[in-house]
């Protein structure tokens, strides 16, 4: 019975000893880098407009299409269309926006078939954060 118990102790003592000392280090826990907005300069003015989309719970929609019509100049003769897709953290960020603007700037966001509208007007705020949200 002697001999059995320190064959068992043993036993305990290498199963412990190989999981303490051969288990594989855990990897640091990284911190995700703060992925960066799509960018797209206008170069009509001071303004911009950074634009969030996402979905129904709140998660970024990567790849959303982002489209505006930019009237400007005598009478709104100009016209100047933007578009871009967001990043992977669901922005875009529309820069060189014209402080002043006949009528507020709509942005139509787009991914599969599910749509939003966002009404953006640079009176009530020259650098503003909207949120698109599809559904």
Not at 48 to 53: D, E, G, H, Q
Not at 70 to 82: N, P, Y
């Amino acid at each position: 019975m002697l001999v059995c118990m320190r064959t068992h102790n043993r036993l305990v003592f290498l199963f412990v000893a190989a999981l303490v000392l051969g288990a594989p280090a855990l990897p640091a826990q990284t911190i995700p880098e703060k992925i960066p907005p799509t960018r797209i300069d206008a170069d009509l003015g001071p303004c911009s407009a950074l634009i969030n989309v996402t979905d129904i719970v709140s998660k970024p929609v990567y790849n959303a299409k982002v489209s505006v019509r930019i009237q400007h100049g005598f009478m709104g003769v100009k016209k100047l269309d933007l578009e871009t897709f967001t990043s992977a953290a669901g922005q875009v960020l529309f820069i060189g926006l014209p402080e002043v603007s006949k009528k507020p700037l709509t942005f139509r966001v787009g991914k599969d078939e599910k749509t939003a509208i966002v009404i953006y007007d640079p009176k009530n705020s020259c650098q503003a954060t909207l949120t698109a949200l599809l559904n």
